[in-house]
């Protein structure tokens, strides 16, 4: 069964302070694995796809990183706009989160305060 | 607008009642799905469409029912819900099952009573 983790639960930074937020998986067959910002109130706002261990990308002040077990989203001097709940998923080649659908972790609540 | 509608957005319905939540999206994408949020957990598969075909029921209770009429469209019939059913429910859209991402529609926030 495909299992997502994501630390911390909450973090709170002042703006222009950077930080990482670790999202760890266990997957049979990685397809691809997920980032989401969501807003309260709000459905979750595509961010970034990675597909191989190694693979970056970046989006303005945010940038994924990959490995076998782990990815990271990096934020760089943030603003009070990037405080939202950030989720991590993958989607596996076996069941789990489904052949076609997506396993989630809790997510990170993040408050940057200005 | 992210090109994926949910109506309505909120709803509060009694454990008699029967509803219904819609979903569209017209950005040609072939796969649609249904997701529950509930409040300190992960999002939650329910449903998933594809090709107008449901190719996943997550155990899902009966009492949840989807129905997707062609690739634009999708609904979740609810009736004899129960207050733990009280949560977001998410739809979501993709070109292919899951391939690029999900365009996620902002969720019908339903509270059962």
């Known amino acids: 069964e495909d299992q997502v983790t994501q630390s911390p639960e909450a973090l709170r930074l002042q703006e222009g302070e950077s930080s990482s937020l670790n999202c760890s998986y266990t997957?049979?067959?990685?397809?691809?694995l997920f980032w989401y910002r969501q807003d309260p109130g709000k459905g979750p706002e595509f961010l970034f796809t990675?597909?191989?261990a190694g693979e970056e990308k970046e989006k303005e002040r945010l940038k994924a990183t990959l490995t076998k077990k782990e990815s990271f989203l990096h934020i760089t001097a943030p603003k009070p706009e990037d405080s939202a709940t950030y989720l991590c998923?993958?989607?596996?080649?076996?069941?789990?989160?489904?052949?076609?659908?997506?396993?989630f972790g809790k997510g990170t609540h993040l408050i940057i305060q200005p | 607008e992210t090109g994926v509608t949910q109506t309505p957005r909120h709803l509060v319905m009694g454990m008699t009642n029967k509803k219904s939540l819609k979903c569209e999206q017209h950005?040609?994408?072939?796969?649609m799905y249904w997701y529950k949020q509930s409040a300190k957990k992960p999002l939650e598969l329910m449903f998933v469409?594809?090709?107008?075909?449901?190719?996943e029921n997550n155990s899902v209770p009966s009492r949840f029912s989807p129905e997707c009429p062609n690739s634009s469209h999708l609904f979740l019939h609810l009736h004899t819900l129960q207050p733990e059913d009280s949560a977001l429910y998410l739809c979501?859209?993709?070109?292919?099952?899951?391939?690029?991402?999900?365009?996620f529609g902002s969720g019908t926030r339903l509270t059962v009573v």
């Open positions: 979501a859209s993709s070109q292919e099952a899951g391939r690029y991402g999900y365009t």
């Open positions: 997957v049979s067959g990685l397809r691809g």
């Open positions: 990675l597909y191989s």
């Open positions: 998923a993958v989607q596996g080649g076996e069941s789990g989160g489904g052949a076609d659908g997506l396993t």
């Open positions: 950005l040609g994408h072939n796969a």
């Open positions: 469409y594809n090709f107008k075909e449901q190719t």
